[in-house]
């Protein structure tokens, strides 16, 4: 039996649980309406210690509808229709699931800090104030966006550690599934490319002169200047190529020396299948193995190098080759029944309340409900006033 990395944890975690707000309360009592301030707001569930009011089961409905419209416009009310009676059942989870992080000691605050700062990173910012004042300038309340990424991590370690770290797949079910799906992983050859550009320098003065004008009617000055920028231009090209097959790091250069917008990320290009790419770019780059690179091109741009980081044959690739999507796939499988099954549990260990005319689609028959007391009524009300507060928090 091969144990396995739970790389998949992060799609167990339905998307609704991010609108889940855990706010601690007394062991409470029946569910019902409660006055805060001059508004009602409804406590819909309670579970253990903690509340789902009707505010964030609809601000959990209108993030669905989001979601499904982007996933896909075109079907969007099925989709919606099919997940809509497991909104109730997601907030439950993610509040059980919280409940157990803090049993397990899981804070999740160091990849807080490195999650935010990835965001800060994607989204080209330089600080991390600078992220604050992109959330706060939508309407997004800052605390409430750092409390719901903290939920996330939270949550998946729980599901990591209680869950995805016992599940194993045999290569006897890798075998299986690669010969049951075989048809499904044929595909075309393809590369992926990395590249480093070397754009001409060409000083203002003379990438003014004579514009508009056809390389023959130019100035001999800006003729003569130009073509010093390019011997420059394929002088440095060589350079790095030279140092590339020396052993220095392609995505290093790339970084570091590379005039193509590709550069910060390495010079990645992504994936091209045969006939995407010009002629000349296709038969030198498909004629390359994994890892190789091409001599310095002469383009419109300038001097491109060229690297070959994956060269998938066409066809129906062997099993060794996509063993970890196999692994995938089945862990994945694996997961969903098992965290079902694990999530039932922490509910029958639970003390679950939910309003009648709301339905939890993952109770079990053998949860237990809380005890009504006058104190508990007093903790509702209070944290009432604080789930008032965060109204306008968005979720992640």
Same mark, same amino acid.
């Given at each position: 039996?091969?144990?396995?990395?739970?790389?998949?944890?992060?799609?167990?975690?339905?998307?609704?649980?991010?609108?889940?707000?855990?706010?601690?309360?007394?062991?409470?009592?029946?569910?019902?309406?409660?006055?805060?301030?001059?508004?009602?707001?409804?406590?819909?569930?309670?579970?253990?210690?903690?509340?789902?009011?009707?505010?964030?089961?609809?601000?959990?409905?209108?993030?669905?509808?989001?979601?499904?419209?982007?996933?896909?416009?075109?079907?969007?009310?099925?989709?919606?229709?099919?997940?809509?009676?497991?909104?109730?059942?997601?907030?439950?989870?993610?509040?059980?699931?919280?409940?157990?992080?803090?049993?397990?000691?899981?804070?999740?605050?160091?990849?807080?800090?490195?999650?935010?700062?990835?965001?800060?990173?994607?989204?080209?910012?330089?600080?991390?104030?600078?992220?604050?004042?992109?959330?706060?300038?939508?309407?997004?309340?800052?605390?409430?966006?750092?409390?719901?990424?903290?939920?996330?991590?939270?949550?998946?370690?729980?599901?990591?550690?209680?869950?995805?770290?016992?599940?194993?797949?045999?290569?006897?079910?890798?075998?299986?599934?690669?010969?049951?799906?075989?048809?499904?992983?044929?595909?075309?050859?393809?590369?992926?490319?990395?590249?480093?550009?070397?754009?001409?320098?060409?000083?203002?003065?003379?990438?003014?002169?004579?514009?508009?004008?056809?390389?023959?009617?130019?100035?001999?000055?800006?003729?003569?200047?130009?073509?010093?920028?390019?011997?420059?231009?394929?002088?440095?090209?060589?350079?790095?190529?030279?140092?590339?097959?020396?052993?220095?790091?392609?995505?290093?250069?790339?970084?570091?020396?590379?005039?193509?917008?590709?550069?910060?990320?390495?010079?990645? &290009?992504?994936?091209?299948? +045969?006939?995407? =790419?010009? @002629?000349?770019? !296709?038969?030198?780059?498909?004629?390359? $193995?994994? #890892?190789?690179?091409?001599?310095?091109?002469?383009?419109?741009?300038?001097?491109?190098?060229?690297?070959?980081?994956?060269?998938?044959?066409?066809?129906?690739?062997?099993?060794?080759?996509?063993?970890?999507?196999?692994?995938?796939?089945?862990?994945?499988?694996? &997961?969903?029944?098992?965290? +079902?099954?694990? =999530?039932? @549990?922490?509910? !029958?260990?639970?003390?679950?309340?939910? $309003?009648? #005319?709301?339905?939890?689609?993952?109770?079990?028959?053998?949860?237990?409900?809380?005890?009504?007391?006058?104190?508990?009524?007093?903790?509702?009300?209070?944290?009432?006033?604080?789930?008032?507060?965060?109204?306008?928090?968005?979720?992640?």
């Amino acid at each position: 039996m091969k144990k396995l990395v739970p790389t998949l944890i992060a799609m167990a975690c339905l998307s609704v649980f991010a609108a889940g707000q855990a706010v601690p309360v007394a062991k409470a009592a029946s569910v019902g309406p409660a006055l805060t301030g001059q508004m009602v707001e409804e406590i819909i569930a309670r579970v253990n210690s903690q509340i789902i009011t009707r505010s964030e089961f609809l601000r959990s409905k209108d993030q669905l509808r989001d979601e499904v419209k982007q996933q896909d416009a075109g079907n969007a009310d099925k989709l919606y229709a099919d997940r809509e009676k497991d909104i109730l059942r997601d907030l439950i989870d993610q509040q059980l699931l919280l409940e157990k992080g803090k049993d397990l000691g899981i804070s999740g605050d160091t990849d807080l800090i490195k999650a935010l700062d990835q965001i800060r990173k994607d989204m080209k910012l330089e600080t991390m104030e600078e992220l604050e004042k992109a959330a706060t300038s939508q309407g997004i309340s800052y605390e409430d966006f750092k409390q719901n990424k903290r939920n996330e991590i939270i949550t998946q370690k729980v599901i990591g550690e209680e869950v995805g770290s016992h599940l194993s797949i045999s290569k006897e079910a890798e075998q299986q599934f690669y010969d049951d799906h075989k048809n499904e992983m044929e595909q075309p050859e393809s590369i992926k490319l990395s590249e480093i550009l070397v754009a001409p320098k060409v000083s203002p003065a003379n990438s003014s002169a004579g514009g508009g004008e056809s390389p023959t009617d130019q100035d001999p000055a800006k003729q003569a200047a130009d073509a010093a920028a390019l011997a420059a231009a394929e002088a440095k090209a060589n350079d790095l190529l030279k140092q590339i097959r020396a052993g220095a790091s392609f995505e290093d250069v790339a970084k570091k020396s590379s005039d193509g917008p590709s550069a910060a990320q390495g010079g990645d &290009l992504g994936v091209f299948k +045969r006939g995407a =790419l010009a @002629k000349e770019l !296709e038969d030198k780059t498909f004629a390359l $193995k994994s #890892g190789e690179v091409t001599d310095a091109i002469r383009t419109k741009q300038g001097y491109v190098i060229l690297r070959v980081t994956e060269h998938q044959a066409a066809g129906i690739p062997p099993l060794k080759d996509v063993e970890p999507r196999i692994q995938n796939a089945l862990y994945y499988q694996s &997961l969903q029944p098992a965290l +079902r099954a694990y =999530l039932t @549990k922490l509910r !029958e260990e639970a003390y679950i309340d939910v $309003k009648d #005319g709301y339905i939890d689609s993952g109770a079990s028959p053998n949860e237990t409900k809380p005890i009504e007391t006058t104190t508990a009524k007093a903790a509702d009300a209070k944290n009432l006033k604080k789930k008032k507060k965060k109204l306008l928090g968005i979720p992640y």
